[in-house]
Each structure stands twice: as structure tokens, then as C-alpha cells.
């Protein structure tokens, strides 16, 4: 039977008419009836109604409605939504996910939301009222906490769903708030939401879905600190923190409390203090506050903590440092690392780059240079676009050649790039040699790049590749060889050394003389005298 693939949203339609109408045992015993092969026959018909047998002690015809939900129908005797029509459901799933995932989030929600009478009353009490601008930020979080009670990250609803949403939801709150307290207001949605993604990775964290939630819950993390950065970047800023100092000082706390434990997980916490901090109007007594809260954590026994941890406090107090302008006292103090992140110090180079300080930018890649080859890929990327930049407006062309020839294989696209940009043709060539790249599997605008200068440097590397094409022994390979020579044979002519290519041509065939089908290849291109 060939699978029903309806459009996403009408699944989504079924999947939450279910979790309303259904019971968990009818919903679970259609389960049952689909996972056992019992469900047939399924059409569509009309472009909105589904039709299907479900074999149980009888064989029942069971109509699906995706726009009504309530108009279905089975000829089974029950009176209400029945198994057969959740076995036709999850058959309609099936396309979308799996079906056995998707019984046990319904389990799981339908339990949680049917709780019984004698918890109500204790439910009821957990509510809070909505968030008003005179209410304190425990009385905002205790209200979005209480709004999220329950919820778990699932196959179905993901990090980026629960941002977006979570986000929309709580924000509404405030659209007509003042714009120094929504401001202030907005931070601590953007911690809360943060928080909540750190629990819920924690808790998907050896699940089977681990793998795609890590990458989801990644790409819901930028798009926190995307937000943040907005924020900060606010007009209202100075407004908020003028008129709310009390409340900024408590924020500030909060985030502390946050940033600095050093737990590894999908937010960038350190990013996040580090950026409010440098975007808040410089403030003598809460910076000495701070700095003596980082220096009274950092005398704490080393042993009592964890090494990343301690490194998280190393950064966050340079980071006052370099708010100061002591650069020199920064990069002492970052010698204490127990290691060296790039991803801790994107932030500054971004901001060097953005500025165009292309010497303090320099100074930080020099810094981080021998962090390079073992940086995630995101932030390798990045690291050699600063330096190819950075290169460009100073006198460090050379040492970031002799950067990128340390870091082959892995800077081979990077460097491959700068020698063709930096009109390094001979280098470029004897890098494609080394690496056992022939012609056929370089771009013709690189290859004319270096025809254009110098076609002779091109002759060794056509020579490499007709010969590991011939060595390959096979037809194919010996028509790759052919072809390649044909390219050879116009450079020769056009660098007046018909000579040489006679030498060479005579020689290539009397090496491979054996070679009765590459010979004849020869001879149907014409090459042989």
C-alpha cells in the first residue's frame, strides 16, 4: 500500500484532535491496530476527507476528516472519536515521523493534562497573574515558568518552536508597556527562554533524537543571541537604566548566576554576559561590585571547581579589563586558561573587524593561532576569513601563508583561495601537486587564472594527472588521459616548445607500450607518429 502524504498542518490538526478527543487506551489500541498491519484501502477523497478499512473483529470503514475533525465517522459501534480512527491517523503519520515516537508524546501530554480532580485545587495555585510593569521580575519569571509547567522538548515540538513561541507569547505582554521597563522586561524573557533550552537539553540529552536536537537546539541558541543583541542595541537603554537602576542591578545578578557556572550546552551564557555588560552605561560602583564578585570567586580553591568553570571567570574578569582599555592586563591574566577557546573570543574580533583596529584583531589571531587546528569548524571558518582580512590592510601576508601551511589538510580550501588571490600561481600549483589534484577537478577560472600568467606552471600538474590516469588502467581513465593531453599539447604550442612535447609524447607512449587499449587511444587522438 502506497503511503497518503497529507500537508504538515493538517497532521498537526489530527495530532492535537486526537490529544483532545481521544482516550489514551482507545488512542494506544489504535496504535496496536496500524503497528500490526491492520489498516487498508487509504484515499483521499474530495482533497479533505480520508477513507480506510481498520481490521479489528470486524473490518470497519472509517472516514477521516481533515478539516472537521468532527464530521469522521466508523462503522465500529463506538459513539465517539475510536481506535480505528487513531489507526488510520497514525498511518497518515508515518510519512511525517515515526508513529511509535508520536504514541508515547501523546501518552505523555494527554496524562499531564488529565489530572485527576483532587489536584486541582493544588494546579490552581500555581497560576500567577500576567506580567505587569510593577511587578517584580520573580513575580514575571514565576508567571513564565508556570506557563511552560510540564512542557518537554519532543520529536514534535522543538527548540526553535518553543523559542519562537515562548517569545511571541510573553513579549505580547508588554506592547504597551513604557519603553524602559519592556526593555528590561524583554531581557528576562530572553533569560528565562535560555534557561528553559539548558533544561530541556539536559533532559533530551541521551534520547534517540539527541543528534537532531543538539543541532535544533543550536540554531534556537543563536537566534536568543540574536534577539539579545537587538536589545542591547536598544535607544531605550540608557532610559531603562536610568530609571530602573534597582532592577538592572537584579538582572545583572541573575545573568551572574547564569553565565559563570560554566556548564556546556547549547547557549553561549559567557557571550551573553559579556555583551550586556559591555553595552550598559559605564557605571563605576556596579563594575567595582563585579569585579570584586569575580575576584572573590576566583580565590577560591581551584580543586573546588571545575576546570571550565574556572576558565569561564577568567574570561568574564579580562573582560573588565579590556573594558578599560588594559589590554596588556587582559591577555596576562587569559595566560591562566586551562584552555583556549576561539568561540570565547569571536566577540572581540568581531568587534576589531567591524572597526577595522586591524593591528588589535592581529593580536588576538596570533593569540589564538595555536588554538586553530583544533577550533569547530563554524569558528575555523571564521578565524581564517579574520586573518585573510586582517592580512590584506597589514604585513602579515606572509606569516598567515606559513599559518595556513601548518594547518593542511584543513586550510586547504582557505589557502588554496589566498594563493590565487595573492597571485601566489607557483605555490598554488605545487599545492594541487602535492595533494594529488588533477585538472579535471579544478575550476576552469582557477586554471585560466594561472594560464593567463604563466601557462608553463600548469605543465607539471597536467603531467601528474595524464600520469595517474593512465596508471589507473581502464578505458575510462586512458580517455581521461587523452583528453588531458589535448590541454597539454596547446600549452606546449603556445609556449614555442614543439620539441619538447614531441620528447614528451614519444616517451609517455614507449613507458606504457604494454598498454594495448591506452595505445589505441593514442592513436585515435591523433598523438602518436
Excluded at 508515518?94 to 494527554?110: D, F, I, N, S, T
Excluded at 526553535?160 to 507569547?169: G, I
Excluded at 568587534?351 to 593580536?363: G, I, V
Amino acid at each position: 500500500m502506497l503511503e497518503l502524504q497529507i500537508p504538515k498542518n493538517r497532521m498537526n490538526y489530527l495530532i492535537k484532535q486526537m490529544q483532545t478527543h481521544m482516550d489514551p487506551e482507545d488512542m494506544e489500541r489504535g496504535w496496536l491496530f496500524h503497528h500490526k498491519g491492520r489498516v487498508s484501502g487509504v484515499e483521499l477523497v474530495g482533497g479533505t476527507v480520508v477513507h480506510a478499512s481498520v481490521r479489528g473483529n470486524d473490518r470497519y470503514h472509517t472516514t477521516i476528516d481533515l478539516e472537521n475533525f468532527s464530521a469522521g465517522d466508523c462503522t465500529c459501534s463506538f459513539d465517539k472519536p475510536c481506535r480505528h480512527m487513531a489507526a488510520v491517523i497514525f498511518a497518515l503519520y508515518v510519512p511525517h515521523g515515526r508513529p511509535e515516537l508520536l504514541v508515547q508524546e501523546l501518552k505523555r501530554a494527554m496524562t499531564t493534562k488529565r489530572k485527576p480532580a483532587k489536584n486541582a485545587d493544588r494546579e490552581s495555585k500555581r497560576r500567577t497573574s500576567e506580567p505587569v510593569p510593577g511587578g517584580s521580575p520573580e513575580d514575571w519569571h514565576r508567571f513564565f515558568e508556570a506557563q511552560y509547567h510540564g512542557f518537554s522538548i519532543s520529536h514534535q515540538y522543538s527548540f526553535d518552536l518553543f523559542v519562537t513561541s515562548a517569545f511571541e507569547r510573553f513579549q505580547a505582554f508588554a506592547s504597551g508597556w513604557p519603553d524602559g521597563i519592556r526593555l528590561l522586561y524583554d531581557l528576562h524573557v530572553n533569560f528565562f527562554v535560555m534557561h528553559r533550552m539548558e533544561q530541556f537539553f539536559g533532559d533530551t540529552k541521551n534520547s534517540y533524537l539527541s543528534g537532531y536536537h543538539e543541532s535544533n537546539a543550536k540554531t534556537a541558541a543563536a537566534d536568543c543571541l540574536s534577539r539579545l543583541d537587538r536589545l542591547l542595541a536598544s535607544p531605550a537603554l540608557p532610559v531603562s537604566v536610568k530609571e530602573h537602576p534597582k532592577r538592572w542591578t537584579e538582572a545583572l545578578n541573575r545573568l551572574a548566576s547564569l553565565a559563570l557556572q560554566g556548564k556546556e550546552g547549547p547557549n553561549d551564557w559567557l557571550y551573553a554576559y559579556r555583551a550586556v555588560w559591555w553595552a550598559l552605561p559605564k557605571k563605576a560602583e556596579w563594575i567595582k561590585r563585579e569585579k570584586e564578585r569575580l575576584d572573590n570567586q576566583l580565590q577560591e580553591r581551584e580543586e573546588s571547581r571545575r576546570n571550565r568553570k574556572q576558565d569561564v571567570l577568567l574570561v568574564a574578569r579580562a573582560h573588565f579589563d579590556l573594558m578599560e582599555n588594559n589590554a596588556d592586563a587582559a591577555f596576562l591574566r587569559l595566560e591562566a586558561l586551562h584552555q583556549r577557546r576561539a568561540r570565547d573570543f569571536i566577540l572581540y574580533m568581531r568587534r576589531c573587524h567591524e572597526r577595522a583596529e586591524w593591528d588589535t584583531l592581529l593580536s588576538w589571531l596570533r593569540w589564538l593561532a595555536p588554538t586553530m587546528q583544533s577550533a569547530a569548524q563554524d569558528d575555523f571558518r571564521l578565524l581564517c576569513q579574520y586573518w585573510t582580512d586582517a592580512a590584506k590592510h597589514s604585513d602579515a601576508d606572509d606569516e598567515w601563508v606559513r599559518i595556513m601551511e601548518t594547518l593542511l589538510p584543513r586550510s586547504y580550501y582557505v589557502y588554496t583561495g589566498y594563493l590565487l588571490q595573492t597571485k601566489r600561481y607557483r605555490q598554488w600549483v605545487d599545492l594541487q601537486i602535492a595533494n594529488r589534484i588533477g585538472p579535471q577537478n579544478l575550476y576552469a577560472l582557477e586554471l585560466r587564472s594561472v594560464e593567463e600568467s604563466d601557462p608553463s606552471l600548469l605543465l607539471p600538474l597536467y603531467h601528474q594527472a595524464v600520469e595517474r590516469s593512465v596508471l589507473e588502467k581502464n578505458r575510462t581513465s586512458y580517455k581521461t588521459a587523452v583528453r588531458l593531453l589535448k590541454k597539454l599539447h596547446g600549452y606546449y604550442t603556445t609556449l614555442g616548445r614543439k620539441r619538447e612535447w614531441e620528447t614528451y609524447i614519444n616517451r609517455l607512449s614507449d613507458h606504457f607500450v604494454r598498454l594495448r587499449a591506452f595505445q589505441e587511444e593514442l592513436e585515435k587522438g591523433s598523438w602518436l607518429p
